[in-house]
């Protein structure tokens, strides 16, 4: 504005008060550098007045490297433009204050021409000068600067919940415990350390260690820590034996940590000295109650460490591992008593004269499933041995009972009468509608005898069953196809033909359930040629190996129990 009131409208003084008003530093330099204009906002950031510094150079009054130095004047970003007559721009860089501090700034240049007053391009003169407009970027880097740890952190978090989610998969798709435990120690290396392991409670007090890893040691150095361990104290002192008592996650700086003077931990020690631990944690393997093991992580390398949020995560992955651990022993359990229950209704078998009887029983893979299946062998009255494969429909202990009632049945019927095996099937249909709960039923029922010559004899009747399989001792093979209607259904017509075959010697006489060769996804008759394959090549190897290299050739899928009785006839 003029001395006389009215607003000075000269381009000079428009610029002037445009400047005088921005939000921003501005400074404005000669072609050699030195300022010629100084706004009050530049005086605010860094302190310096227009009189002090009119006419000094820019870049040794104001520009600072991190150490706090000037720079060379040919690495300056800021005097560049004079050299090009190109607008630049920085971020981050480092402005001196009038009392010594320095201040993260941000900034733009741009050129002055000199030329025709007209024209504002570098092609129409040279560079007379920059314009240089700075703001204060120490809020807004920090602003950034805590953003990218936020975003570190969520990504950590994010990170670990994924880590957590797949542990909880891959270990629920076992309930070996061994396996789990194994699978687990791989999975949380190195998310969550650089090394891990675990210590299980075993019986009357006793730890093994059943699983380690190191990122770098290799399997064979890992192995020899592996194993037993010195007993759980009575009064635990050390971290380890603390947990494994009962106690919560525990943080440990290293081998220094934990005590010598106790056996367990003593041998803590030794492993936190073989994997060079610089810290570690200790965490339960715990569930419903009770305390199964204990799982540590730790690192070697120097500085890292476990805060509240690792021992969170830590805590969480054995507080998983501890459930898998409960319900894995929960269906051994489960699993054992249900097999020991279908065992003690199998019968032993008879070994007559020179013939000689194997059998093998092979749960279904799930605990529930209690079968129906079952073997029987018992000598009857005039030297015959009675030979019976079957299986009652079901899995579950009703069905369990059930088989075990119609299996007695059986020999009771079998046992007075000379009469065509067809006909003591048909009997067994008649008791088991009257007296028996059972429903359908599937078996094989044979009578073995020695005839004329030294020679033995089957003769069978099938009742909806899987055909037995003879293998004689050339490798030849050959399915007993006669089959005939199932056992206790009245709705069903038909017969049950008798079959009869001379056993040759060395010959063996294959019986087996459905769960032998039945699957899924496998076509019926390429699990029978199978069934034959192997039967062929394993003819010539005693009775107890052709029965257990059948089940490992074969691969029974679990689905279903599998029962096996083989008979091998004499030389």
Known sequence: MSMTGQVD???????????????????????RGRITAWNPRARELLGYTRDEVLGRPMHRLLHRDADGHVPPERDCRLMRGLRTGVPDQGDGHLFAHRDGRLMMCSWSSAPIYI??????????????????????AADRVEIERERREQMARVQRANSRLRL???????????????????RLVRLVVPHLGDWAEVDLLVRDGRVERVAATHHELSAADIAGLEGPLPPLPRVP??????????????????????????????????????????????????????????LTLGYSRPGHGYGPDDRLVVEDVA??????????????GQRNTAEAMQRNLLTPLPQPGELRLEARYVPAARVSW????????????GGALGVVIGDIVGHDLQAAARMAQVRNMLRALAWDTTAPP???????????????????ATGVFGRVEEATGGRWRLRWCNAGHPPPLLITDDGGTHFLDEHGMLLG??????????????????????LYTDGLIETRDTDLSDRLTSLRRHGSHLAQLPLPDLCDRLLERIEPSGEDDVALLALRIPG
Request: proline residues 6%; glycine residues 12%.
């Open 370 to 381: 209690v079968g129906g299946d079952w073997y029987d062998a018992f000598t009857l009255p």
């Open 319 to 332: 507080r998983r591992t501890g459930l898998v651990l409960a319900n894995a022993r929960l269906y051994a």
């Open 489 to 510: 259904d009245p709705d069903l017509t038909g017969t049950r033909p008798d079959g009869a075959r001379v056993l040759p010697p060395l010959s063996t006489l294959l």
């Open 237 to 294: 002192r050390g971290p380890l034996a603390q947990v494994l008592r009962g106690g919560a996650a525990v943080v440990v700086g290293g081998d220094a940590d934990v005590r010598a003077d106790e056996p367990l931990d003593a041998a803590q020690r030794e492993l936190f000295q073989v994997m060079d631990a610089q810290s570690a944690i200790i965490a339960p393997l715990a569930a419903r109650g009770e305390t199964y093991g204990a």
């Open 164 to 182: 957590v989610a797949e542990i909880t998969t891959v270990l629920s798709s076992t309930l070996n415990e061994q396996e789990a435990l194994r």
């Open 115 to 136: 030329g025709d007053p007209g024209r504002t391009g570098p092609a129409d003169g040279a560079v007379g000068g920059l314009v240089i407009v700075f703001q204060d």
């Open 9 to 31: 409208d000269r381009p000079g003084a428009i610029h002037d008060r445009l400047v005088e008003a921005m939000n921003s530093g501005v400074l404005a330099t000669d072609e």
């Open 422 to 440: 067809s006909t003591v099937l048909a009997r067994l249909d008649g008791v088991m509608a009257g007296v028996s709960d059972a429903d359908l």
